[in-house]
């Protein structure tokens, strides 16, 4: 840091909040917050206003679920150095393919379910599961149907993806926070048991089903456990 930028810092301390907001804005108009900006020709302001003024949450709902995939490259896949990314390119059913030498391990990641912000119990979202439990919805963005079979495309099928990764924030407030299950322990839908049920209860705290640990569950995952997680 040279004498002149550590002579502006000093005098950035004793401005006003006015001050340095009109400064900040000055130096806006000459640099990006990100290369966004400048691929759709738009300032990074509108882009946040536009999804804060969405009434349904809808686009909301959507920026959260791709913010907890890139979490989960940032916080989990690039701070382990003995595992190497080598997901593909398309339209796959996981997100992320690892590889530490041993294997490849394929995850899925989710956000847990929340509703207006304020995490959903997994009884909130059926009946039939318990209230202490959280839960996180497991099925395809987008549907449609098999053109040989007539079946809905949107469950997610078991053996499509080994981990289920789940991003805790709602109830954590925290984007590196993530549970982890194995996808054959999910629950399957009563009508085909090929197909995992659309919502899945999440435990509150790591236990024998979940874990906060992601070599925890691969290790679940090449020891051959067979369970099902509890509703």
Request: charge should be negative; aromatic fraction near 10%.
């Amino acid at each position: 840091m040279d004498e002149l930028v550590s002579q502006i810092l000093q005098l950035l301390k004793l401005c006003s909040i006015e001050q340095r907001e009109f400064i900040f804005q000055y130096l806006r108009k000459e640099f990006k917050i990100h290369p966004i900006e400048s691929k759709l020709n738009i300032e990074a302001q509108i882009i946040l206003e536009a999804i804060n003024k969405d009434e349904k949450g809808l686009t909301l709902r959507m920026i959260r679920g791709v913010i907890a995939e890139a979490a989960f490259d940032i916080e989990v896949v690039q701070k382990r150095k003995n595992w190497i990314n080598e997901t593909p390119k398309g339209d796959l059913a996981y997100d992320f393919l690892l590889n530490d030498g041993q294997g490849t391990v394929s995850i899925q990641v989710k956000l847990q379910r929340s509703q207006n912000l304020i995490p959903m119990s997994a009884k909130q979202a059926s009946r039939r599961f318990s209230e202490d439990l959280f839960v996180v919805e497991t099925q395809k963005t987008r549907g449609g149907l098999d053109k040989a079979t007539n079946e809905d495309t949107r469950p997610y099928r078991f053996g499509e993806f080994d981990i289920l990764a789940v991003c805790m924030q709602p109830s954590t407030g925290e984007w590196s926070t993530f549970y982890y299950t194995l996808s054959s322990w999910l629950l399957p839908r009563s009508e085909n048991e090929n197909l995992m049920q659309k919502f899945q209860p999440v435990a509150m705290n790591p236990n024998e089903f979940w874990t906060d640990n992601f070599e925890t569950c691969v290790e679940w995952l090449r020891t051959g456990i067979k369970k099902v997680i509890p509703s």
